[in-house]
């Protein structure tokens, strides 16, 4: 869970020289952190392709668009923008087809004439009651917007006129930014590097690919778990390096659904 918010608050509670007051301020900033976890950080660290699957055309579409528009603010599309808009599509899970509609509509976006207001606004109205649904719209906007090593002034304007029109704050924008900036630095450091070997051995030894839903990894789980559990052993009078190997087949599936339960919040 983000914790810049108690930490904000209780700086703040200090700053007037009086304890209780920073401990209310530290209760503040908590409850300020889980509304934040809730509406950017509930899907995990990485938003499952299995919820991204299930965005609605329309938020799909918009979704690009503005990526488009928000890339061209500065003159000219870069190529970290483009690999991250296609790294995107691939997490979506979209076909040759759907894979063309979202260029196109990115290069729609990337039009001077963009209606990005109104098209901003039809998102909001289309999730009224679902603050989560506007809170991962900018997420993946500022995913994109992020995969270049700095942002021009007039992408920060256009970042915040997309917030403005979806309900996001300034507080929140920026705890946003240094989450993801956090994420992306792990995983480019050596931790960060062994960290994506281990997952990316999760999915080999489950031997599903990275875009399968969560109930595709969970069949995979349960297909291997009861081909190599030891007990399903039993009935043919193993040896025992075959009942040893078993046991250790059994280990291997059961720690990589669990890290990858972990990683894709898999319930």
């Known amino acids: 869970m983000p914790f810049w918010g108690k930490v904000i608050g209780t700086i703040a ?7 209780w007051i920073a401990v209310i301020g530290l209760m503040l900033g908590h409850q300020f952190d889980r509304g934040f976890a809730d509406r950017f950080t509930k899907f995990g660290p990485d938003v499952s392709a299995e919820r991204l699957g299930q965005l609605p055309d329309q938020f799909v579409q918009a979704l690009f668009q503005t990526m488009g528009h928000l890339a061209k ?28 509609r979202a260029i196109s509509w990115f290069e729609e976006g990337k039009q001077q004439n963009f209606p990005l207001v109104p098209t901003l606004q039809k998102i909001r109205a ?36 997309i917030c403005t029109e979806l309900d996001v704050g300034r507080v929140e924008l920026a705890q946003l930014e240094a989450m993801l900036r956090a994420q992306r630095g792990f995983r480019r450091s050596a931790a960060g590097s062994a960290d994506t070997r281990r997952v990316n051995a999760a999915y080999r030894t489950l031997g599903v690919d990275k875009s399968a839903t ?21 009935a043919r009078n193993p040896d025992a390096a075959l009942l040893a190997e078993a046991e250790k087949r059994t280990r291997e599936v059961r720690g990589a659904y669990e890290l990858l339960k972990s990683r894709r919040n898999i319930r």
């Open 126 to 161: 289309g999730s009224a009651r679902k603050a989560d649904a506007r809170g991962l719209f900018v997420r993946l906007i500022m995913e994109v917007a992020l995969s270049k090593p700095s942002l021009h002034q007039q992408e920060r304007a256009l970042i915040w006129t």
């Open 13 to 19: 509670g200090l700053a007037t020289g009086r304890v």
């Open 73 to 100: 603010a500065d003159g000219r599309v870069k190529e970290d923008e483009i690999r991250a808009a296609r790294g995107l599509m691939h997490r979506l899970g979209l076909g040759p087809q759907q894979i063309r």
């Open 214 to 234: 969560n109930a595709e990894v969970k069949k995979a789980y349960r297909r291997l778990i009861n081909k190599s559990h030891p007990d399903k052993l039993a």
